[in-house]
């Protein structure tokens, strides 16, 4: 009897040492920090815990590091060979500077990852043919207007003389009001002087339009859709750099102009992406060009009731070689140090099904899923069909903004062009030192 | 035992005590700073995090870079200026206060609130406040017919100083007060007596005693002030252009940003040098005098 019961105590040890030696471990995953995107993260780990997660007794935990700064603590951590994180945020714009600390996921993307999320967003987490990571959120960029305003802008004929006449004076030349999404960019200028109040004193708004100046990289990527819709790009297909070309030029005048008239506002040049949801929120502007991800804020009346309901959503303005927007995904990677490889690839092949994503997208995240998972949740967020739009038509990435070099070429751009724009320097001065310092960065 | 035998067993047992020290500088100071030599000479990066040796290039390219200057000039600006304001502020606050002070000393604690906000708060704080359209200050000052734009380009490099100085003044009012609660009352009443009174008694005997304190303040107040970082990133990221870039963001991007790491390190390394050959001439100064 005793033995009987030894024996079976024993074969109840051995079950739980096998049981736990095919367990994985908890894992934790470095993401980036802000709404309403956290909370959505949030929502979706917890689903994997109590699901996926529970299934192989693994748990997945979230850590942030704040905003300010998030880019240079993860490049330490990585470069020290941390292992505190095993699964990190991935960047478009950064794959080329992270790609030597990540370990390439290619395995994980099969037929399958396709019909959950767009295979093009797929390719903006490539670098030198490699993929790093599940991409979980699109970013790019609309044009953000007030509807009541600019539906009385075409409708009311005091209101389009004044605006002729508001052109014809500062800009030159004669023009009519147009609807938003018909837009070129001296539309923009000319709508963001009418609605000037310093310009026009009857303007129900005290500044046209927020542009967003702050010496700060994500802001040149908000501003280049006005180089790209004029056929420029950082390299040609030599790889010559091109950005001492007219479309450039015309890009850095367009906020020149609307910064020189003060149709933004004075402190346009501390101006991020929250500064400008202010503003524009508080019905100060009477539109803008900002980041996809403010849309569901804007929609919410107990937030925004000014511009609640009346929000209209554009692609930006067209130049010579029609609209274009800058996009980028971004995602979520492996850590190359981490001890808990399986794991990791465990959660991100999780990640990477229909289930998580649509959850994630309903909750406020903007993953780039694929044409028949984004018609499934268009009902509850309209807008992801206008940005799986927009990305498909007017989406580019310049040519050299995935490489090691990226950042530090965005952010050479920022000093020199938030210096000219607020006309610290000459336009020739900044272009040329964005061309000095892109020909160091290709060439190192 | 001869006095020559016991001053020698004396040194050898004070050089003894100084060894611990000497290793723990040694091991927190010397080592980083061997490697961050080593660095300067090498084109090192996160991604080969050693590199190899290239020579005084990062050098020739940290006094070459117009960049490096400018900021370099920023920061020595706003440090004269602000240490400037700042122990002017405190001193005149302290002659002021300190009656006041001496008999409710609680008071002091209010005094030195700002200084318990984190810098990089303190930037946050003040973009919400000065805020052409959210910010309390503008809205109120509008209110009573005076538009100022706090964060424009025409402002920024003076709000900037103002809240350094905001923020550090309670630092500088400390430190003398202390000083200025030393100076004996008898000492003040001989000198009344003696009909030295209000203005003669600060500057012949108030300011002459609180001097040695006066010279660690501004002393103390400079360096924190030229190696500024947190407030201007947060509030401007050292922009418009390179208007706010004090030398400390200019490593820092050189550094994370650029990925230029043995440059970044080169101009540290100058500064050091720099810092290095002030301190040593100012200490000559201060103990000559002494």
């Known amino acids: 009897m005793l033995k009987t019961r030894f024996l079976t105590a024993g074969a109840a040890i051995l079950a739980t040492a ?30 994997y815990n109590s699901t996926e997660g529970a299934k192989n007794n693994s748990k997945a935990s979230v850590i942030y590091f704040s905003q300010q700064g998030f880019k240079e603590k993860m490049l330490a951590d990585v470069a020290a060979g941390s292992k505190e994180f095993d699964v990190m945020l991935t960047a478009t714009y950064d794959v080329g500077l992270y790609a030597p600390f990540m370990t390439p996921i290619d395995d994980l993307v099969t037929e399958d990852v396709y019909k959950v999320v767009s295979k093009n967003s797929i390719e903006t987490q490539k670098y030198e043919g490699k993929t790093y990571g599940i991409p979980t959120d699109l970013s790019l960029h609309f044009l953000y207007y007030r509807k009541d305003l600019i539906e009385q802008l075409n409708t009311d004929p005091a209101w389009k003389a004044k605006y002729e006449e508001i052109s014809e004076k500062i800009l030159g030349k004669k023009l009519s009001p147009k609807p938003a999404d018909q837009w070129d960019w001296d539309d923009f200028i000319a709508s963001a002087l009418f609605f000037t109040k310093s310009i026009n004193p009857d303007s129900p708004t005290r500044y046209g339009t927020v542009l967003q100046m702050k010496n700060l990289l994500y802001n040149i990527m908000l501003w280049q859709g006005t180089v790209a819709s004029n056929g420029g790009n950082w ?29 933004t506002p004075g402190d346009s040049s501390t101006y991020e992406y929250g500064e400008a949801n202010s503003v524009f929120g508080a019905g100060q502007v009477a539109f803008m ?55 990791a690839k465990a959660f991100l092949s999780w990640l990477a099904t229909a289930e998580p994503m649509k959850l994630y997208a309903k909750e406020g995240g903007s993953p780039p899923l694929a044409e028949g998972l984004m018609a499934e949740i268009a009902g509850d967020r309209p807008e992801m069909l206008l940005m799986g739009e927009h990305a498909a038509k007017y989406g580019f990435v ?35 030192n964005v061309v000095a310092d892109m020909k160091k960065a290709f060439a190192q | 035992m001869s006095y020559a035998s016991f001053e020698t067993k004396e040194q050898a047992s004070a050089r003894a005590l100084l060894v611990p020290l000497c290793l723990f500088m040694g091991a927190l ?39 490096m200057w400018q900021a370099l000039r920023f920061s020595l600006q706003f440090a004269v200026i602000c240490t400037t304001i700042e122990v002017g502020a405190a001193l005149i606050l302290v002659f002021i206060l300190h009656p006041l002070l ?15 906000v984190s810098p990089a708060l303190m930037g946050v704080m003040y973009r919400l406040i000065l805020n052409e359209f959210t910010g309390a200050v503008p809205v109120y000052l509008e209110m009573m017919g005076y538009a100022v734009n706090f964060l424009g380009r025409g402002s920024i490099y003076k709000t900037v100083v103002a809240i350094e100085v905001l923020q550090w003044t309670p630092f500088a009012f400390l430190i003398l007060l202390t000083a200025r609660q030393t100076v004996s009352y008898e000492l003040e ?14 500057f012949h005997i108030l300011l002459p005693m609180m001097k040695p304190a006066l010279v660690i303040v ?16 947060v509030l401007t990221g050292g922009g418009p252009g390179n208007l706010t870039t004090s030398i400390s963001i200019y490593i820092y991007k050189l550094f994370f940003v650029q990925n230029t790491l043995g440059e970044a390190v080169a101009v540290s390394i100058l500064l050091l040098l720099m810092s290095l050959t002030l301190i040593v001439v100012a200490m000559r100064l201060v103990v000559r005098r002494s």
């Open chain 2, 29 to 67: 100071l010397g080592f980083p700073t061997l490697i961050n030599l080593w660095y300067s000479f090498s084109d090192v990066s996160f991604q080969n995090m050693i590199g190899s040796f290239v020579g005084i290039d990062n050098y020739v390219a940290a006094v070459t870079n117009p960049k």
């Open chain 1, 18 to 47: 096998l049981s736990a030696s095919t367990a994985l471990a908890d894992i934790t995953i470095l993401a980036w920090p802000g709404e309403p995107a956290e909370s959505a993260f949030r929502k979706v780990l917890d689903l």
């Open chain 1, 235 to 263: 390299r040609d297909k030599d790889g010559n750099i091109t950005v001492d070309s007219p479309a450039f030029k015309r890009g850095l005048e367009i906020y020149k102009i609307i910064t020189d008239n003060e149709a």
């Open chain 1, 289 to 343: 060009l900002q980041w996809n991800a403010a849309v569901p804020e804007f929609n919410d009346a107990t937030k925004y009731p000014t511009v609640a309901g009346k929000l209209g959503l554009s692609h930006e303005p067209a130049g010579s070689e029609g609209p274009k927007t800058h996009f980028h995904s971004l995602g979520l990677g492996i850590n190359k140090n981490t001890a808990k490889l399986d794991e």
């Open chain 2, 102 to 116: 001496v008999k409710r000393p609680w008071m002091t604690a209010i005094l030195m609130l700002p200084m318990m």
């Open chain 2, 218 to 233: 501004i002393f103390v107040r400079f360096i924190d002030s030229f190696r500024v970082f947190d407030h201007i990133y």
């Open chain 1, 398 to 432: 310049m040519d050299g903004a995935t490489s090691a070099k990226a950042m530090g070429i965005y952010t050479n751009m920022a000093e020199n062009f938030t210096g000219y724009w607020t006309g610290e320097i000459e336009q020739d001065e900044a272009i040329a």
């Open chain 2, 189 to 202: 009443e001989a000198a009344a007596v003696d009909g030295a009174t209000g203005f003669r008694s600060t």
